[in-house]
């Protein structure tokens, strides 16, 4: 069994972890938190160092799933809170508002799924969940690759966020948190045809909507609020 070696910094797990603590159960893993200072000294990754590594095919689709998107629920986090006191327009402030809310409470639904089907899972890293969805994708020829996994995983970018710009925060907030959405809605789109269990299957359903309507929303603003600005995906 892995052993989490990363300690959390008090204050910042108060604000990312669930509201209902799922992820202090004694039966559920650790929850691989970033060790972060706000718009300070980045400290440690998203994923959790390991002893020793874990073979590829103690993982299942479905675990790989929901530890990539636990994952990329806590950096979504991690951008919204240095969003929160910075967002001008009235509109990505209720966005930042309700993104916090529906985030944790995801990841409160994953934690309590993975709780009951792998309670004594190890935690799935980057390199294994790429590995698995690579298999499940050759075994499934006609479905394509399973998308997603690297953008959704990747760290934030803490310190573009932070840093004094001339370029308003609103539109830098929105081509950091473009990609990112867009490779949760790629992953939830697949997780809802591979996924093994049905209510797994029915969850990546419903993030999936909720991504491609979050995506709407920040094209539409973006292009309202800033037509001149150069294509998010040049940055």
């Given at each position: 069994m892995r052993r989490f070696a990363p300690l959390l910094a008090t204050a910042f797990a108060l604000m990312l972890?669930?509201?209902?603590g799922v992820a202090f159960q004694s039966d559920a893993p650790a929850t691989p938190l970033p060790v972060i200072d706000i718009c300070g000294e980045y400290a440690g990754g998203a994923t959790p160092e390991a002893e020793s590594s874990v073979e590829v095919g103690d993982a299942t689709f479905?675990?790989?799933?929901?530890?990539?998107t636990i994952t990329s629920h806590q950096n979504a986090i991690i951008m919204?809170?240095?969003?929160?006191?910075?967002?001008e327009h009235?509109?990505?402030?209720n966005f930042v508002n309700q993104s916090l809310i529906e985030r944790r409470a995801s990841i409160e639904t994953l934690?309590?799924?993975?709780?009951e089907m792998h309670p004594n899972a190890?935690?799935?890293t980057v390199d294994q969940a790429m590995a698995v969805f690579d298999q499940v994708a050759m075994e499934?020829?006609?479905?394509?690759g399973v998308a997603g996994a690297r953008e959704i995983a990747a760290e934030p970018h803490i310190a573009e966020l932070c840093a004094d710009s001339e370029e308003p925060f609103d539109l830098l907030?929105?081509?950091?948190?473009?990609?990112?959405?867009s490779g949760e809605l790629l992953l939830s789109e697949s997780a809802s045809a591979l996924a093994t269990d049905p209510t797994l299957a029915a969850v990546a359903g419903e993030l999936m909507g909720s991504s491609q309507y979050n995506l709407d929303a920040l094209y539409a603003w973006r292009t309202l609020w800033y037509p001149d600005a150069e294509d998010a995906h040049s940055h």
């Amino acid at each position: 069994m892995r052993r989490f070696a990363p300690l959390l910094a008090t204050a910042f797990a108060l604000m990312l972890t669930p509201v209902s603590g799922v992820a202090f159960q004694s039966d559920a893993p650790a929850t691989p938190l970033p060790v972060i200072d706000i718009c300070g000294e980045y400290a440690g990754g998203a994923t959790p160092e390991a002893e020793s590594s874990v073979e590829v095919g103690d993982a299942t689709f479905d675990l790989a799933y929901v530890d990539m998107t636990i994952t990329s629920h806590q950096n979504a986090i991690i951008m919204l809170l240095i969003a929160e006191p910075r967002v001008e327009h009235p509109e990505l402030v209720n966005f930042v508002n309700q993104s916090l809310i529906e985030r944790r409470a995801s990841i409160e639904t994953l934690l309590a799924w993975r709780s009951e089907m792998h309670p004594n899972a190890a935690w799935v890293t980057v390199d294994q969940a790429m590995a698995v969805f690579d298999q499940v994708a050759m075994e499934n020829p006609g479905r394509g690759g399973v998308a997603g996994a690297r953008e959704i995983a990747a760290e934030p970018h803490i310190a573009e966020l932070c840093a004094d710009s001339e370029e308003p925060f609103d539109l830098l907030f929105i081509d950091h948190m473009l990609p990112h959405i867009s490779g949760e809605l790629l992953l939830s789109e697949s997780a809802s045809a591979l996924a093994t269990d049905p209510t797994l299957a029915a969850v990546a359903g419903e993030l999936m909507g909720s991504s491609q309507y979050n995506l709407d929303a920040l094209y539409a603003w973006r292009t309202l609020w800033y037509p001149d600005a150069e294509d998010a995906h040049s940055h």
